[in-house]
């Protein structure tokens, strides 16, 4: 019998951290506005996926971790250079960089379906 999880803790833990940021991530962005809304909900399936060792997941939470990462750049206008704009980059840059570590990528690359 196949088991389904939220955290797969027998995952590296760059991929277990992944996935942790990308519920927080996911829930952060639900109530940033109608914009990071729909990022945000496609965030939780992909680190579903993910603790459950789908491929398509790895590839969803990357993309949606890239548009996070593009979408607070285009704040660069509002907030320019400052302190503040590189604490509002300072997660989707840490999801994007768990998620795309060489441990991450050989263990989706061998491990997941």
Do not use: C
Not at 18 to 34: A, S
Not at 50 to 62: C, E, K, M, P, T
Request: without cysteine; aromatic residues 12%.
């Amino acid at each position: 019998m196949e088991t389904r999880r939220w955290i797969n803790r027998y995952q590296p833990q760059t991929l277990v951290s992944g996935t942790v940021l990308l519920y927080i991530e996911g829930l952060f962005n639900l109530v940033r506005g109608p914009g990071l809304m729909v990022l945000g909900l496609v965030m939780f399936p992909a680190a579903y996926g993910i603790a459950n060792d789908r491929r398509w997941a790895w590839r969803l939470g990357v993309g949606a971790a890239a548009l996070a990462v593009l979408s607070r750049l285009a704040g660069v206008g509002t907030y320019g250079f400052s302190p503040t704009m590189l604490l509002i980059l300072v997660f989707p840059v840490a999801l994007l960089a768990l998620l795309v570590h060489p441990t991450s990528r050989e263990h989706q690359r061998i491990w997941f379906n």
